[in-house]
């Protein structure tokens, strides 16, 4: 540490270089050691000794060498005055802080001249001063000390701490007066040790606590002082009896009053604390176990409550003997009395007797009818016998009073078992006692069906698909109704009436299970001969007498695909195999031929295609996939046969796809003018559409637009009604296309209809989309005719073929 302090007294430019060299000039520049003496907590400044006077040397010497201290402890307790060679404080001291419990206390410095370098040591005794007062371990002391100790025992007491050393320290204690405790304090030379002596015996129900003031004094001058307080906390013995606040208790209590309800507390005390002051109550006496039926005591409060039923008739006055005892170990108790007068109250509810007349109400029961007895009897007598009866909540029954506490049960309003075939009705009945008693009882209600519902079906009109050429007996769809009433009211049996069609009776086609409502086929059913079929089916409850409702059924054939193709005349299989003729000199494109082809079945399934298989290498013929034309693709070759067999397929589009085949034989000649022309051979136009799905394609999407627009037009009827901006009447319009298909419209409503080019005769069903039978219509269509119906639908509808 002081030749650190030197290194940077010299500089810190030059310190390394300079080591060795100072090193040398300390150990042989050290001079003796210098003693001085202060007292701590002098202030600052104050002088400690002249350096220059205890070393005889000259100040001004001294000046000129600049002396300084250089070593010391971590604080600069003390500074050199270099003019005057003087030692002064020059940063607070604390003895106690500094040397903690030790009897001698100093501080060693060096100080520092320059030219030449000289090294002084300095040792400064520190001297105690009384600055710090006694202190106690703890500020407050608690003794736990019983009632019944004998005088003369002694208590250890903590002793005071302080911090100066010598006569400064503790020297003598001092208890506050008081007539209990008295204190002895003994010096052992070192110490001073103290404990509490008892003078006279405690009495906690007197006095439970004791403050003391223990003060401890040192020797310093003057004396210092510093205090602790004692609590003396005096345990108690069982010494007390328990003592009630009266030797006697009256209470008034009502009979039938409510289990559990508090009619008086018992209290008593006991001067002793603790267990020995816990009280418990109890009963006690000869008719204990009778009494402990009625009443219950709470052992720790005192609470007399009941427990069973009081009542005034039997026992109109009741004494009951209370006993309280404290939990020491020696329990002490005392007893006290307590009447109990008992007064009468109107405890005797209204009983309600109730008679039925009839097992159940029917619904069909007139207003004013009654059906049940009621009879309501008080025990009481004078006003408290006097009952009044009623129905509390809203019901279709009312009461009427018969004669004294009897009435009627009547009904006031119609009933209805299918809204509400049961009821709760409550009684209740009140006396005109004080306080009011009463009693309810509830009457149970069954409402009895009769048949008043006929069945209904989920609509009026039912629509049903089925495929054609389904097998005989096959399952169709079920026809459920549902009737409100119950029982064999509800019980439904089906039938068919009103069952013919234009063409065939219905009941020589469908079947209807009479008591499930399954429809069933009673043959097989073909979409070329029937299109769709009407009929009605009725549904009977058995009630008497029975009732019953119809619903129209529409049963619409979907067609399947099970025609296959037919070729038309002039071509046509099986027979003779078809030749045509064509020159030599024939152009790509010539026209050869036009086959045509009918399929009985409609949409889809119609929809045909014609292919063309050649022999094998010969590729010279193609054929319209759409229109049936046969038309070379090249010019002839002399390579070519003068005979080509050529085979012909149309194929239908259902699936699975049907198909027939023909042949031709197209003949090459040298000169056409020699073969008498051919009826067949009609200059045909060339194909303007070559693509005929695409055609479908475009219908197909054209019609839904259409049938989507028809839609939202005939919502937008519906919610306009006649004063809307829709109008339900117009012209009927029929629109021809150039794909041979043609549309049918009234105002907003509008039917397309797609034919094939070839198609020579078709069935049109048009009907709305709701398919109203008296509606629907059947419609033949020849090929080159004109559609001319203009029959008003009611609805937006579809058309099929």
Known sequence: MTEAMIIKAVGSSAWIRALPLLLFCLSSLSHGQISYSISEEVKKGTLVGNIAKDLNADVTELQSRMIQV??????????????TGALIVNDRID?????????????NIEAMAHNPLTLYRIEVNILDVNDNSPVFPVQTLQLNITENVLAGDRFSLHLADDMDVGVNTVKSYKLSLNEYFSLDAQDTGESVSAELVLQRALDREKQSVIKLTLTAVDGGKPPRSGTSEIIVHVLDINDNNPVFSKPLYKVKVHENAPVGSKILTVSATDADEGVNGDVVYSFVGRDRNTLVNLFSINPNSGDITVRGHIDYEENPAIELRVQAQDKGHSPRHTNCKVLIEVLDVNDNAPEILVTLLMRSVPENIKPGTGFALITAADKDGGANGKVDCK????????LQ???????????????????????????????????TLSSTTVLHIHVSDVNDNAPLFPAPIININVHENSPAGGFISTLTAHDRDAKENAHISYSLINGETAIVSVSTLMNINSHTGELYSLQSLNY??????????????????????????????????????????PYSEPGPVNSENIPYSAEAGYFVAKVRAVDADSGYNALLSYHIT????????????????????????????????????????????????????????????????????????EENFSNL??????????????????????????????????????????????????SYSKSTQQYDVCFSSDTLKSDV?????????????????????????????????????
């Open 391 to 398: 129905i509390t909540e809203t019901s279709p029954f009312k």
């Open 693 to 742: 799905n695409l055609y479908l394609l475009i219908a197909i999407v054209s019609v839904s637009v259409i049938f989507l627009l028809s839609l939202i037009a005939l919502i937008a009827a519906k919610c306009y009604g006649t004063d809307g901006g829709f109008s339900r009447s117009g012209a009927h319009v029929v629109t021809t296309h150039p794909d041979g298909s043609w």
């Open 614 to 685: 050649e022999s094998k290498g010969t590729n010279l013929f193609r054929i319209g996939t759409s229109t049936g034309e046969i038309r070379t693709k090249r010019r002839m070759s002399d390579n070519d046969l003068k005979a080509h067999p050529l085979i012909i397929t149309v194929s239908d589009n259902g699936e699975p796809s049907l198909s027939t085949t023909m042949s031709i034989e197209v003949v090459v000649v040298e000169n056409m003018d020699s073969l008498q022309p051919s009826l067949r051979q009609v200059p045909v136009k």
């Open 765 to 801: 069903i048009v009907f709305p989309s709701s398919f109203p039978p008296a509606d629907a219509e059947l419609i033949s269509i020849n090929e080159g005719d004109t559609f001319n119906r203009t029959q008003t639908l009611p609805s937006t509808g579809k058309v099929r073929l």
């Open 528 to 569: 070329e001969e029937i299109k769709y079929i009407q009929f009605k089916v009725q549904a009977t409850d058995s009630g008497v007498p029975p009732l019953s409702s119809n619903v129209t059924v529409n049963v619409f054939i979907l067609d399947e695909n099970d025609n296959s193709p037919v070729f038309l005349p």
């Open 70 to 83: 250089v070593a010391g402890s971590n604080k600069r307790y003390f500074d050199i005055n270099s003019k």
């Open 95 to 107: 003895r106690e802080k500094l040397c903690k419990g030790k009897q001698r206390c100093s501080l």
């Open 401 to 435: 009073s018969s004669y004294k506490n009897s009435y009627s049960v009547v009904v006031n309003e119609p009933l209805d078992r299918e809204e509400i075939s049961e009821y709760n009705i409550t009684i209740h009945a009140n006396d005109e006692g004080t306080p």
